[in-house]
């Protein structure tokens, strides 16, 4: 993982380290950089596929990626599993704290546990008796849907409600908490401390409540999530509501988002959420785009998404580069990207750290713009040029003369009309 700083002020809390020497070492909390975790879709025991699926969210850049092990056949699968993917795995055991032994013996790096339906002690001392001797950490998620204890809500809330009396999801606070510290109350006896906590609730507000609840509580790495967040359109904005409130208050050492849907998609929100707040070093392209408006004269929306693709896949440097409809706010916005293209009628002129290079057709833009990004990826590559390292101030296009604009053709009386555009949304 790359080195970052933390930008903010960060709760202090032990540290967990999960994987092998074969996988890599990824650690959780204390000074270590926030991690992406997610969670596959398909059957642990579908051997073929689940290798394929972790391999592929691996290569989106997951941390760590968590399997499902309902059945036996989904433990054994593990042994044939493990030694074939690059990436530390946690098994998730619900009902079966047989599942929890299996998964240990077979190698697994890491143990999720739910208080909700694994609460026999003689069994969580099992369980945490057999990741001792393994030195795996065991992640302990309270989550609101699982807690048994909300039929008993009257009771706890006589017991403990007063203390988040000031909280509308003060009963529930009251139940996630004393729940929490009954059952590590089981790990401490066993002098355990390898844990990770998690409270996750589909209410993103709740979310922020009970995870604000637990770090004043406990000192132990906090994995955030907002469970069942739903379809990723909705989803998105439910998970990073509730994850950049707490982020950024430094609550929260490793992340899933959960969508109803491709969990690679996961791993890439959960990356730009924290690039975007700068608590891990991007790799990869920092798109800038503007979101089109009346003035624009070419189809700005598939050059952005094409782009976006081409240097997803061919550049690795975290450079900037700026897609921007035209001219009229675009040198401004796109101050500091190291390559840019301001977009005029059905042209696009090409900037590499404020030097202009090209001036292009609307047909062409594209593979210019791909060849100025991968020529000057090179170019920091051999140390002949420096990321974020602007040359020259951006002399903004003469609307009518370089770009040709045709609005500004109009307004002269010079042609008729523009011919409109049609715009495709991908
Ligand atoms: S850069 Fe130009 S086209 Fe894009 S939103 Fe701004 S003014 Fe509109």
Not at 123 to 135: E, F, G, L, P, T
Not at 388 to 399: A, L, Q, R, S, T
Request: glycine fraction near 8%; proline fraction near 5%; include cysteine.
């Amino acid at each position: 993982m790359p080195e970052y700083t933390h930008p903010f002020p960060r709760r202090a809390t032990r540290q967990i380290t999960l994987g092998d020497a074969r996988v890599g070492f990824v650690k959780v909390g204390g000074d270590a950089p926030v991690s992406v975790q997610t969670m596959t879709a398909g059957y642990t025991h579908d051997i073929d596929a689940c290798v394929r699926e972790i391999s592929k969210l691996a290569a989106a850049g997951a941390d760590v990626v968590r399997v499902a092990v309902p059945e036996k056949k989904d433990t054994d699968a593990l042994r044939e599993i493990l030694p074939q993917v690059k990436v530390p795995i946690v098994a998730d055991v619900h009902f079966h704290f047989q599942r929890a032994l299996e998964a240990v013996e077979a190698g697994v790096h890491k143990i999720r546990l739910n208080p909700g339906n694994i609460n026999d002690r003689k069994q969580v001392i099992d369980v945490i008796q057999a990741c001792k001797a393994r030195k795996l950490p065991i992640r302990v998620g309270v989550n609101e849907g699982s807690i048994i204890e909300r039929k008993d809500k009257q009771k706890r809330m006589k017991e403990l409600g007063r203390v988040f009396s000031d909280n509308k999801h003060g009963h529930m606070l009251a139940i996630m908490i004393a729940k929490l510290e009954e059952y590590l109350e089981i790990f401490y006896e066993q002098d355990f401390y390898d844990i990770a906590i998690s409270a996750k609730s589909m209410d993103a507000a709740l979310t922020i409540d009970a995870y604000t609840a637990i770090s004043e509580r406990f000192d132990h790495p906090l994995h955030l999530g907002v469970t069942h967040a739903g379809p990723k359109e909705t989803g998105c904005i439910r998970s990073i509501a509730a994850l950049s409130a707490l982020l950024t208050r430094g609550i929260g050492d490793t992340i899933r988002i959960s969508y109803a849907n491709d969990p690679v998609y996961e791993v890439q929100d959960g990356l730009e959420l924290l690039y975007s707040l700068g608590l891990r070093q991007r790799v990869g392209v920092d798109l800038i785009a503007c979101p089109t408006c009346g003035r624009i004269q070419v189809d700005l929306f598939t050059l952005i998404q094409d782009v976006r693709k081409a240097l997803a896949e061919k550049v690795t440097l975290p450079m900037k580069v700026a897609v921007m409809g035209c001219i009229v706010n675009g040198p401004g916005e796109a101050e500091g990207a190291d390559v840019a293209v301001f977009a005029g009628d059905r042209r696009g002129i090409i900037y590499v750290q404020g030097e202009r290079v090209a001036n292009v057709p609307e047909p062409e833009i594209l593979d210019r713009l791909l060849k100025e990004c991968l020529d000057f990826q090179d170019r920091v590559t051999r140390g002949e040029a420096k990321l974020g390292e602007k040359k020259v101030d951006i002399i903004p296009p003469d609307p009518i003369g370089d770009l040709g604009s045709g609005w500004e053709k109009v307004a002269a009386g010079n042609v008729e009309k523009v011919t409109p555009l049609t715009i495709r949304k991908s």
